[in-house]
């Protein structure tokens, strides 16, 4: 059997939903927001979300205080959104459900005396962020 992908594909539910929370809040609040990391990887996408008003940001200290920021769909670690509150950002967070769900599950683990993580085919960013989580375990990537 022969199986073909199309080329290029659709976007997940969590990448469109980011897309989505980005879109919703250039129209509630105007220009400029910031995004801290690109929303998704596809620079069509995100060229167009500049276009439209969207500065995106490696950290949250380039973001002007009392500004809207939307977390990307990767997810952030708890000292991030903690300096986007001391920054009395107006937040939203576009990040995808399954992440967070990665994240919670890290949290749960932690009560474990198990000190490891497993990943399989998650981009770098993702990593990180969850190891942002439960710094101190050792990582074993796949």
Not at 21 to 37: D, M, T
Not at 123 to 129: G, L, N
């Amino acid at each position: 059997m022969k199986v073909l992908l199309a080329n290029p594909r659709g976007f997940c539910a969590g990448v469109e939903r980011a897309i989505e929370i980005v879109e919703r809040a250039l129209e509630l609040h105007g220009a400029p927001i910031y995004v801290r990391h690109e929303v998704v990887h596809n620079k069509f996408v995100v060229d167009s979300l500049k276009t439209k008003g969207a500065i995106f940001v490696e950290e949250i200290d380039e973001v002007p205080a009392g500004k809207v920021v939307i977390f990307s769909a990767h997810g952030v670690s708890k000292a991030v959104r903690q300096q986007a509150n001391e920054l009395g950002a107006i937040i939203y967070d576009a990040t995808c459900p399954l992440v967070t769900k990665v994240h919670k599950e890290v949290v749960r683990k932690q009560k474990k005396p198990s000190s490891h993580l497993n990943w399989t085919r998650r981009t770098p960013r993702s990593r990180r962020h969850t190891w942002a989580i439960k710094p101190k375990c050792k990582c074993y990537i796949d």
